[in-house]
């Protein structure tokens, strides 16, 4: 290839980097799934992949903290730091001994997450597996997602079976294992 057809393209101005192109392999994948075995069962394997990040996660955050377990307000601390430093924006709106509720502006994927809900399968999985296995139960309820049209995202993890945990559309984790 001659240098000046090299320096052309090199000075193109394509929206492609890794970030770019790391989100954009997960949402064709997420989509894929989604259009080739349904929302549920994509939602499932990515629910998988989520599982297995939050156990490392946890991991990280534990071993750095020099914790054998994260209290109820670490959890919350990291789950909020782990989104900061993917580039999302999760803030805590209330936090009791029966549940936590985030807020979030910013999905870490971007635009990429738009009619991929399964995507959010990610948020809930890292979510309750860190939050099961440090407190020994938690359900995941995704009330509103970037995903599916919302400006933001709500959040709720209970950290208890509650009548009104009972009532709620979620995820269950246990300490240990997932459940549907």
């Known amino acids: 290839m001659n240098n000046s057809l090299k320096h052309s393209i090199d000075a193109l ?3 492609l980097e890794r ?3 790391l989100r954009t392999l997960i949402r064709e994948l997420s989509g894929t799934l989604q ?6 069962e994509a939602s499932g394997f990515i629910s998988v992949v989520g599982e297995r990040m939050g156990r490392q996660l946890n991991q990280d955050y534990k071993s750095a903290l ?3 377990h994260l209290s109820p307000e670490q959890v919350a601390d990291v789950l909020v730091d782990l989104k900061r430093r993917i580039q999302g924006d999760f803030y805590i709106i209330e936090q009791n001994d029966q549940k936590i509720v985030f807020g979030n502006r910013v999905c870490p994927f971007a635009e990429k997450v738009l009619d991929r809900p399964a ?3 990610m948020t809930s ?4 597996t860190i939050a099961a296995d440090n407190l020994g139960y938690a359900k995941v309820e995704l009330q509103e997602t970037i995903a599916g049209g919302a400006p933001g995202c709500r959040v709720v993890i209970y950290l208890k079976p509650t009548v009104e945990s009972e009532d ?5 984790y246990f300490r240990g294992l997932e459940a549907v």
């Open 125 to 128: 999985n890292v979510f309750g």
């Open 119 to 121: 995507m959010c399968m």
């Open 19 to 21: 970030d770019v192109f």
């Open 13 to 15: 101005n394509v929206p």
């Open 168 to 172: 709620a559309e979620g995820r269950e």
């Open 66 to 68: 020099v914790v054998s």
């Open 35 to 40: 259009d080739v075995v349904g929302l549920e």
